[in-house]
């Protein structure tokens, strides 16, 4: 199976902050990999798709980078509705796996 | 507007069965693979499994923690896919969220709608 790695696990960051989480797969993806974010009680939303194309609707200070060894989630300038915990996710081959999460809270 | 309405979820005793159900409207239903991913309290994401579209023969896959265990199944004449548990144990216990993924593509392959998730609660 394909391992997620993502880092940091927490981030604490202020409003306005430029924040980056990263995802390290344990093989090559391609460039098959998306970000979700989630709110406490809530499902996950889709914010990125294979690996830099930002899903309608979803802010332009989110955008996606990488491929290969290491992706990356930035978000530009933090909003109070940013705070969330964020997953990458491979779709490049059974069984699809997911990042162990990165939880953003407010400094 | 695509949405997804899960039901089903209750508290079972383990070893016991159940039926999780995923109502799809807004879309072509007929069209996309479906998948379920699972959440247990606390904890991340995890795949459950899949299933393919008529024009794929409706196969489907599965993550090794479930298989032979868990089956997903589609009516496409009810858009509505539905999870078969059996011999449920404690660490199947969580939210069940179905899911549709974009399209037949690996590319596509990952999940762009969500539903709002039903519990699962495996205890005696």
């Known amino acids: 199976d394909i391992q997620l790695t993502q880092s940091p696990s927490f981030l604490s960051a202020s409003l306005g902050d430029r924040v980056t989480i990263t995802c390290r797969p344990s093989q090559g993806i391609s460039s098959y990999l998306s970000w979700y974010q989630q709110k406490p009680g809530k499902a996950p939303k889709l914010l990125i798709y294979?690996?830099?194309t930002l899903q309608s609707g979803v802010p332009s200070r989110f955008s996606g980078s990488g491929s290969g060894a290491e992706f990356t989630l930035t978000i530009s300038s933090l909003q109070p509705e940013d705070f969330a915990t964020y997953y990458c996710q491979q779709h490049y081959t059974y069984p699809i796996t997911f990042g162990q999460g990165t939880r953003l809270e407010i400094k | 507007e695509v949405q997804l309405v899960e039901s089903g979820g209750a508290l079972v005793q383990p070893g016991g069965s159940l039926r999780l159900s995923c109502a799809a409207s807004?879309?072509?239903?007929?069209?996309?693979?479906m998948d379920w991913v699972r959440q247990a309290p606390g904890k991340g994401l995890e795949w459950v499994g899949r299933i393919r579209n008529k024009a794929n023969s409706y196969t489907t896959e599965y993550a090794a923690s479930v298989k032979g265990r868990l089956t997903i199944s589609r009516d496409d004449s009810k858009n509505s896919i539905y999870l078969q548990m059996n011999s449920l144990k404690t660490e199947d216990a969580a939210v069940y969220y179905c899911?549709?993924?974009?399209?037949?593509?690996?590319?596509?392959?990952?999940?762009?709608?969500w539903g709002q998730g039903t519990l699962v609660a495996v205890s005696s």
């Open positions: 899911t549709r993924v974009r399209d037949s593509s690996w590319s596509g392959s990952y999940s762009d709608y």
């Open positions: 807004g879309y072509t239903f007929s069209d996309h693979y």
């Open positions: 294979t690996a830099s």
